[in-house]
């Protein structure tokens, strides 16, 4: 037999999915035990270039309240035309169109191969895409240019058929009429004034005009749909038209006083924006992108006053509980998610602003809808471009890397419950027998909303063992999960992907070193740091820090503990909402790089070699490539740096140090070119000062502290008072062993 | 104004009081003027079936429906009044021989009747209703002498005529020129076309006063009743050959100004000390001459600087003001014209969306500015609405204009800064573009509902955001019952008509339109409103801002491009280009003694002295009352001095200071020697018209009746040579006061026919409230021309001839003005050369009635009648559309409405009558 890890690979491959164990323990007595729940990550839309999507309705369970998907662990009577469902055991016999099958015929989805398969099912006629530009103008200038830009070489990307739109917002928001000729419109609202749906619909002339007696009702959808098309239209239609408004797009006209920040009515856009697709294009796939270039300063949802002197809410201030706006902000944001969620729309947030712009109180907005978010410094680097022409990237079949409106359902088998699941969704709320009461994560239910998937989009499943000490699972039993995925893919297409996995029981009492060797370090670090995060964001910091180090001595816990996912010191309260929102979704090689970065060496000794994330590791004649997924950092040292100072690389004589130079560059270069969102791009020297991103990533074993104690020449002192690793293991090893923990 | 669409056909009754008259008429001697000897009754030709008569039949036509009085019963009537045998030859200038003492005695016998004959029918059909408690017209107890036989009546001829006053006054006042340096001088009237010098005094123009000759004491003023007031026009336009007020400039410090009442410098200051000092003519308050006003005296006391010093010789002229005359003490910006346009369906259907639109690509280069070479500072702006408004960006720097729609009308705002307002030149591309899109972008709008308040308040939130003061012009055309402030219901009742909660209906069925006024005040935000109303729109509420911000509304009611056009862009293109003043406060200072006390206009007041006029401009015209509050003294009379503080449309801040001093008299003869009938009709308009929003329409009628009587009473009994009581007796200056009097009692608003509209009479209301003396003149008594003997080689207009249908000859073709309509009456017998002359068909049948323009013929007499009804429109502030009035046809009774001699279809009296009970009134009081 493979080895576990063989086993892992091969399922992740096939499934795109990740246990935390892969033997489980058949009582719940037992898994409470082993710290580390049965969970998993799973990536819905993992690319699987060899899975083709069938052209048919998937075969379910006839059971009410089971409903489960035809799948390979099914056993099978060819010969009655009757399978028995692995879930509830419901016999069910095949449709009339599987009269034909027999051992030698068997449809695809009985097929091991096929435990994870993809259907493609006529669901209605199929809708458009939606884009809906909402662009903060404002910006300085040249930012602004570079966005209009940006939007305008977006247009071309975007499919023809797909409708657009462009809500623009400063002081008042200005939702832009496409469909005329000559004179440009634009519906104005002040930036002041909420709104309900309602009234925002009845200003956009979505209702039905009052008839009399009566007060105007919304429209049918399709009729609506037929009103809204002066907001929104087909790309073909309004490209030019489009890309004429957008150059035209002027800074926001009203007068910015000495001492104040812009009038940013970013609130009521969003509602603006959220208001006209609910009105008009309810569950069908539409992003809202908003483009922003500072906080929301005015009206509901504002984040912070329009005067300088008084500063945008830090982290010291909310623990102070000196946020006047958070809360209401939050919420505020918070509603809107939700609205938004229900109608299967998602929200991308771009935002680049050398100070916060108020992610903290808006991320809601895409961590409930699968939307993006991107943060950079301006809309004219390199960073932002990319990352945005990246959310349009295509994959091997020249379709959009992106689905929406996706719902996924979790079944499993009776010995197993699901208690919830982190990650870019809201719960649908749907009771069901394998819903367990015991929540983790976003729980209560069995199925959830996914407004926005791409194939990286990942998800952390946890499971609860029911099954109770005194009933054992009989020898060989198999513990199963169906996730059940249904989705709009980029082409309009609704699909369904199923996967079905199934991993052994096993006793721990008997089987402990089994399920010891089946323990997957790497998935279970992710799954653990996203429930600490999923906790961080809800509940005070070294609460969460103190869960944690109760529930986990393991090694990686130290970069756990110090990334900026659970550690708020010297990040903004933007940045960490932005870290966690990209931590709760990417895939597990990823997450684990944003857990512990991982440090690459090149020197002249050999070739480039992994190397300890320790500040022993930074040496005078190598060149350090540091990834911690949001940043690169390319460090060179100081002799290396003084060559390159001096210009060997030009002398032919030194070509090698050329090549040594180039090599770092190239690797960043292929990172760079698949990641998303895009990771800032350093490129710095010994005692460089952006050096500081290497040095506060590594463990601290020198320090100014203990620099002359260690008594070695190698390495670079780290200026921190944090713990070394070495300290922290020796802490823990006393902890471990005494009983007071 | 009354036009031909709203009133449709008259009522039944019209008819037959018609048809009465003319029997009573032919019975009663000979016709005056060479009219044909008898009239046909014309009532056959409105058969009842033809009248259009939507509502109810109006009540009195029930009563008046029973068969025609019997000729009898008429010739008792009329002869119930015969006209003594000392009354003058009927061939008008007659009682000029009572010239000597400034009064004319008219001497009316009044016979008792038969008591059943009074009781049951009045002289007057419809007078029992005005004066419902006395329908026994004749006064028995009085009755002096026994009847002689009841064969005369009082000749029309016999009673004072409003032309033969207006044509004395031509020959005597017309010919020189008319200096003001004389105090208590009575002007010549305002039929009078003269020049005016000005000496000291301001000119008419710009003052006209009810008394020239003030009683000293409030005592003296109860007693004679005459109303002390001026009608101050502080914009007025001056003839070619008059110079403009000049422009003084007082330098850093300011105007100077009397220490204690404020008064600034004029000729009433005295200068003593040697000129160190001055002592203000108003309050007596002696103030420092400062260093740089400093000047020596003559041997009479005089500056010897007087005469190069506009501020101490003329009764007009400007000050330039300082900072500290501007609002927030900032120079003001030059001002904004806002051009807000309604698009909902009925505005575009009836063409007024199209005409605007193409109409002000041109007239955006007529706005208003103070020297013709430069370029007008004021900018402008655009927005359209139905619903919802729709703002234009028309920077310069755009291809295309951009449209912003805001369609929270519940919370208004102004979507754009910049770009809003353009100044024409930079804009001019854009702006055309605009122009010629518009009608386009709208022509399919199904949308009927529209918005009002959050018009104004459009306008008003974009001048305050420009930081500017500016005018409106909103162009709308229905009730605005869209859900948004100031949403209005329709609430036409022509049930309350007549009762005590009419005057419900001149109110503000809102207050939210008072409110939004006292904001565009502040602002200096002046609203001008073109109605396009096909039913009732609310006028008075809409009214509200217009008339509270010196706006003016304009009213095109069935508004059709084809007839109501050329109306309408001539008002238009009038409106914009008057020369105005905006954010104005109006002060009127006075000497010690009296104090103005009320005022009438457009205007808003927050306190009891300052008149705030948003914007002020050269048709606006504020009448002030003024009232005793100590002795006068005959030595030094009554000064008046009206002071304008405005910005001019370049954005200058300026005052506008207009002098006047009058006499005052311990006698009361000397103050009805030197009245002003017509400004007294004025301000009795103005005071009734207003009363009628707070008291039953009624006691308005019946106090302005009594006032008059009283007036009339009190000469007769304190300056009049003893008489018989049966006499009545008139002072010269006032002898038309009863005629006048009749034509307001029975104008539209106070005596409303069942054929004219709430919306209408409230139109009326408010435009009464402005005018001049010259158009309250012609308004209440119309002008009627007699064309058919028309010197074609004279520049003069011909002598015109009585409100009567009397005086008008079958054959003859008449031109009949009031300022707001020109009506050319053609007689069933008007000569077939005349005919040909004037229409280019000699048929009188082939008349078109539905013309609105006269064809331009190449004959001598098309020629100069064209020309005559040019310059009579050249004369007025609006441009009057002319309609064509065939006798006999239906539209002859619009026609007779403003006939004002004659008695009124819907009750009005005739003159004669009127003067009759005029007579009895007085004749109450003196016994």
Redesign the interface.
């Known amino acids: 037999m493979a080895t576990y890890q063989e086993f892992i690979q091969q399922n992740e491959d096939r499934d795109g999915v990740r246990c935390s164990w892969n033997l489980w323990p058949s009582s719940r007595l037992e898994a409470t035990r082993l710290v580390v729940p049965v969970s998993c990550l799973y990536t819905p839309l993992k690319e699987r270039p060899d899975l083709p999507p069938v052209q048919y309705e998937p075969v379910l369970c006839s059971r009410a309240n089971c409903k489960a998907v035809l799948n390979p662990l099914c056993q099978v009577d060819f010969r009655a035309k009757i399978w028995a469902c692995n879930f509830c055991f419901q016999r069910n016999s095949f449709p009339p169109s599987y009269a034909g099958i027999s051992e030698v015929n068997q449809p695809a989805e009985l097929m091991p191969q096929f435990s994870t398969i993809e259907y493609i099912v006529q669901r209605g006629p199929p809708t458009p895409l939606i884009f809906l530009y909402v662009v903060d103008t404002c910006l300085e200038e040249e930012d602004l240019q570079a966005l209009k830009e940006s939007l305008q070489m977006s247009l071309s990307l975007l499919p023809p058929n797909a409708l657009v739109g462009l809500i623009t917002f400063g002081r008042m928001i200005q939702i832009h009429e496409l469909s005329c000729e000559g004179i440009a419109k634009s519906y104005v609202f002040r930036g002041t004034k909420e709104l309900t749906p309602k009234q925002i619909q009845e200003m956009l002339g979505l209702m039905k005009p009052a008839t009399s007696g009566q007060q105007g009702k919304p429209l049918a959808p399709h009729d609506a749909a037929a009103a809204s098309c002066i907001f929104l239209q087909p790309v073909q239609a309004v490209d030019m038209n489009l890309t004429d408004l957008l150059g035209e797009l002027q800074r926001d006209p009203w007068p910015v006083p000495q001492g104040k920040r812009p009038l940013r009515s970013t609130g009521i856009a969003l509602s603006i924006a959220i208001g006209l697709l609910e009105g008009t294009f309810p569950n069908t796939g539409a992003r809202v992108m908003l483009f922003t270039g500072g906080p929301p300063t005015q009206g509901p949802g504002m984040v912070v006053g329009d005067e300088l002197k008084t500063p945008i809410r830090s982290w010291h201030d909310i623990q102070k509980d000196n946020a006047r706006h958070l809360k209401k902000a939050t919420k505020y944001y918070e509603a809107l998610a939700n609205r938004a969620a229900v109608n299967g729309h998602s929200v991308d947030i771009y935002a680049c602003a050398l100070d916060q712009t108020g992610l903290l109180e808006m991320k809601c907005l895409s961590n409930l809808t699968g939307g993006h978010i991107v943060m950079g410094d301006s809309f004219n680097t390199s960073l932002f471009k990319q990352t945005f022409q990246r959310v349009f990237s295509k994959d091997y079949n020249g379709e959009f890397r992106m689905a929406f409106g996706g719902t996924l359902e979790v079944k499993t088998s009776r010995e197993l419950k699901i208690s919830g699941v982190i990650g870019p969704c809201v719960s649908l709320n749907t009771k069901g027998p394998c819903v367990s009461d015991n929540e983790m994560g976003v729980g209560g239910t069995c199925q959830w909303k996914i407004c926005s998937l791409t194939p990286a989009t990942t998800l952390a499943m946890y499971f609860e063992v029911v099954n109770q000490h005194n009933a054992p699972v009989p020898q060989g039993g198999r513990g199963a999960v169906q996730f059940v995925t249904q989705y709009q893919h980029s082409n309009t297409q609704r699909r369904i992907r199923v996967t079905t996995i199934a991993r052994n029981w096993a006793d721990a009492q008997s089987q402990i070193q089994h399920i010891e060797s089946s323990f997957d370090q790497e998935a279970s670090a992710v799954l653990m740091a996203r429930l600490g995060v999923f906790r961080a964001e809800s509940e005070e910091g070294p609460d969460v820090l103190r869960w944690l180090d109760r529930q986990l001595i393991r090694l990686f816990m130290f970069h756990l503990r110090r990334s900026p996912f659970l550690q708020v010191f010297n990040n903004s309260p933007d940045e960490s909402s932005y870290y966690r929102h990209h931590f709760v979704r990417q895939d597990l090689t990823q997450s684990l790089i944003m857990i512990q970065p991982i440090l690459y060496s090149y020197s002249f000794y050999g070739p480039p070699e992994p190397v300890l994330l320790d500040s022993s590791s930074i040496l005078p004649d190598r060149i350090l490539l540091m990834d911690t997924f949001f940043q690169l950092v390319i460090y060179h040292g100081e002799t290396i740096a003084q060559w390159r100072k001096a210009g060997y690389q030009e002398m032919a004589e030194y070509e090698n140090f050329k090549q040594l130079l180039q090599a770092p560059l190239d690797d960043a270069q292929e990172i760079l070119q698949t990641r998303f969102p895009m990771p800032r791009y350093i490129d710095t020297e010994h005692g460089g000062s952006q050096a500081r991103f290497l040095l506060s990533k590594v463990n601290p074993s020198q320090t100014h502290n203990n620099l002359y104690a260690w008594g070695q020449e190698s390495g670079a002192p780290i200026l921190t008072d944090d713990v070394s690793l070495q300290v922290f293991m020796d802490h823990l090893k006393k902890l471990a062993v005494s009983s007071a923990a | 104004m009354r036009g031909p669409p709203t009133s449709g056909a008259p009522p039944v009754s019209g008819a037959q009081s018609y048809s009465q008259f003319g029997q009573g008429e032919t019975q009663n001697g000979p016709p005056p003027m060479g009219a044909p000897p008898q009239r046909p009754p014309v009532s056959q030709t409105y058969t009842p079936g033809a009248v259009n008569l939507s509502g109810p039949q109006p009540p009195f036509s029930q009563q008046f429906g029973a068969p025609p009085v019997s000729m009898q019963q008429m010739t008792n009537q009329m002869a119930s009044m015969q006209v003594g045998s000392t009354a003058p030859s009927p061939a008008g200038p007659g009682y000029g021989k009572y010239l000597c003492f400034c009064e004319l005695i008219c001497l009316l016998y009044i016979f008792s009747l038969p008591g059943a004959f009074g009781q049951v029918r009045g002289p007057q059909p419809g007078y029992t209703g005005p004066y419902p408690g006395q329908p026994n017209y004749g006064a028995p107890p009085a009755a002096p002498a026994p009847a002689p036989p009841a064969t005369k009546r009082l000749d029309p001829d016999s009673v004072p005529s409003p032309i033969q006053v207006i044509e004395d006054d031509k020959a005597n006042k017309g010919s020189e020129p008319f200096t003001t340096g004389v105090r208590g001088q009575a002007p010549p009237l305002v039929t009078t076309k003269f020049q005016v010098k000005d000496q000291g005094n301001a000119s008419p123009r710009y003052i006209r006063c009810t008394a020239y000759n003030m009683p000293c004491n409030s005592d003296m003023a109860k007693q004679s009743q005459v109303p002390l007031a001026a009608v101050i026009k502080p914009l007025a336009p001056l003839p070619p050959d008059e110079t403009p007020p000049y422009l003084v400039d007082h330098g850093e410090s300011g105007p100077i100004r009397c220490n204690r009442c404020k008064a600034y410098m004029c000729p009433y200051m005295q200068f003593i000390e040697g000129g160190r000092r001055f002592q203000c003519g108003f309050c007596s308050c002696v103030t420092e001459v400062p260093p740089h006003y400093f000047q020596h005296l003559d041997h009479t006391g005089k500056r010897v600087d007087c005469y190069d010093r506009p501020e101490l010789s003329m009764g007009s002229y400007e000050f330039m003001a300082t900072v500290d005359y501007c609002k927030n003490n900032k120079i003001p910006q030059p001002p904004a014209f806002i051009f807000l346009i309604d698009v909902s369906y009925n505005a575009v259907k009836n063409g007024m969306v199209g005409i605007v639109c193409q109409e002000l690509k041109t007239l955006l280069d007529y706005l208003p500015r103070e020297n013709p070479d430069v370029e007008s500072n004021i900018r402008v702006g655009f927005v359209t609405y139905n619903k ?1 408004l ?3 960006n028309v920077k310069a720097s ?1 291809a ?9 009308v519940a ?1 208004m ?1 102004v ?5 809003f307002l353009v100044n024409v030149s930079e804009s001019r591309v854009v702006i055309e ?2 122009l010629d ?1 518009i009608p ?2 709208f022509a399919d709008t199904r949308e009927t509902e529209t918005v009002f308040g959050p018009v104004i308040q459009a306008g008003l939130e974009a001048l305050k955001a420009a930081d500017c003061a500016g005018k409106l012009f909103v162009f709308h055309s229905s009730l605005p019952i869209a859900e948004a402030p100031g949403k209005l219901k329709n609430r036409e009742d022509k049930k309350l008509v007549g009762t005590d909660k009419e005057k419900s209906l001149f109110q503000p069925q809102v207050s939210f339109y008072n409110t939004l006024a006292k904001e565009c005040v502040v602002q200096g935000c002046c609203v001008d409103l073109f109605l396009f109303p096909n039913q009732y729109v609310d006028v008075a509420t809409l009214g509200v801002v217009p008339t509270s911000t010196g706006g003016s509304i304009y009213k095109y009611t069935y508004f059709q491009a084809s007839s109501d056009q050329e109306r309408f862009l001539n008002d238009l293109r009038r409106d914009v280009q008057k020369p105005m003043g905006f954010d104005a406060v109006m002060r009127v200072r006075t000497s010690t003694g009296i104090r103005a006390t009320d005022f009438f206009g457009s205007f808003y007041m927050s306190n009891t002295t300052d008149v705030e006029l948003a914007g002020l401009d050269c048709d606006k015209t504020v009448t002030v009352e003024f009232r005793h509050d100590d002795k006068l003294s005959e030595e030094t009379g009554a000064l008046m001095q009206c002071a304008v503080l405005y910005t001019s449309c370049s954005g200058q801040r300026r005052l506008r200071i207009h002098n006047m001093a009058v006499n005052c008299c311990s006698q009361l003869a000397d103050l009805y020697r030197n009245c002003e009938t017509d400004t007294v009709i004025n301000f009795f308009a103005k005071y009734a018209y207003r009363s009628v929003l707070s008291s039953p329409i009624k006691n308005v009628r019946d106090s302005l009746v009594n006032q008059c009587a009283q007036i009339l009473a009190c000469y007769r009994k304190n300056c009049a040579s003893p008489s018989s009581a049966g006499q009545l007796i008139l002072p010269e200056c006032m002898k038309l006061l009863p005629v006048y009097l009749n034509c307001v009692l029975k104008s539209d608003v106070l005596q409303p026919g069942a054929d004219i509209s709430l919306d209408d009479r409230a139109y009326l209301r408010q435009l009464v409230s402005t005018m001049d003396v010259s158009e309250s003149h012609v308004f209440f008594y119309p002008r009627l021309l007699p064309l058919q003997k028309l010197d074609v080689e004279s520049i003069s207009v011909p002598v015109a001839v009585r409100d009567s249908e009397e005086r008008l000859s079958r054959g003859g073709v008449y031109l009949l003005e009031n300022g707001l309509n020109i009506f050319l009456w053609v007689g069933v017998n008007a000569q077939q050369e005349l005919l040909q002359n004037i229409f280019g068909t000699p048929a009188f049948g082939q008349i078109d009635p539905n013309m609105t323009s006269l064809p331009a013929l190449d004959n001598p007499f098309s020629k100069r009648l064209r020309e005559i009804i040019e310059s009579v429109r050249a004369q007025r502030s609006r441009y009057m559309k002319l309609m064509v009035v065939k006798q006999e046809d239906k539209l002859e009774l619009i026609f007779k409405h403003f006939l004002v001699e004659d008695k009124s279809n819907n009750g009005g009296a005739s003159y004669v009558d009127f003067l009759c009970h005029m007579h009895k009134e007085i004749r109450q009081l003196l016994s």
């Open positions: 919802v729709h703002f234009y755009l295309q204009p951009q449209m912003m729609v805001v369609s929270d919370d705002f979507p754009l800064l910049d770009g573009s605009l899109q386009e972008m």
